[in-house]
Each structure stands twice: as structure tokens, then as C-alpha cells.
């Protein structure tokens, strides 16, 4: 009975760990939507210039924003 409960108690920790950690890099980012599809990212505050930089670096026709993380990126940063 002991083991069973040692068992459930270490899971139930490794559990609330992997859950902790996986939602502190959920939405690392804010994101510009394209209207083709796709990402690119940006920090600090949606700017006209860093949306012109989206079209003109990434062929990003924005069509709005979300919070993202570097798997949406791939890699399309403006600053």
C-alpha cells in the first residue's frame, strides 16, 4: 500500500511539474497573423512599422495578432 501511494504522490508531482513548465512558454511571444496563413513574431507593441517589416521581409499581409511561441515562429522575427 505504501509503494501505491509513493507511486501515485511522485506522479502526481512529476505531473504538476511538466504542467507548470509547459505554460510558462506557452505565449512567449505576440504574433502577427498573416492572411495566407502563418506567423511572424514581434516583441514589445504592434507598430505600423513592424507590421510594414512583416509584408516586407515575410510577405505577411497582417491580418491580426495572437501570443505565440517559437514553433509558430520558425524562425520570422521583426523588431
Known amino acids: 500500500m505504501k509503494k501505491i501511494l509513493l507511486s ?3 506522479l502526481s508531482f512529476l505531473l504538476s511539474f511538466v504542467i507548470m ?5 506557452a505565449g512567449k511571444y505576440k504574433c ?5 496563413g502563418g506567423y511572424v513574431c ?4 504592434d507598430t505600423f512599422p513592424k507590421r510594414k517589416k512583416a509584408k516586407d521581409n515575410f510577405g505577411c499581409n497582417v491580418s491580426g ?3 505565440c511561441d517559437d514553433y509558430h515562429c520558425k524562425g520570422k522575427f521583426v523588431n
Open 65 to 67: 495578432t495572437s501570443s
Open 32 to 36: 502577427f497573423t498573416c492572411s495566407g
Open 21 to 25: 513548465t509547459s505554460n510558462s512558454y
Open 42 to 45: 514581434f516583441n514589445g507593441d
Open 8 to 10: 501515485v504522490t511522485a
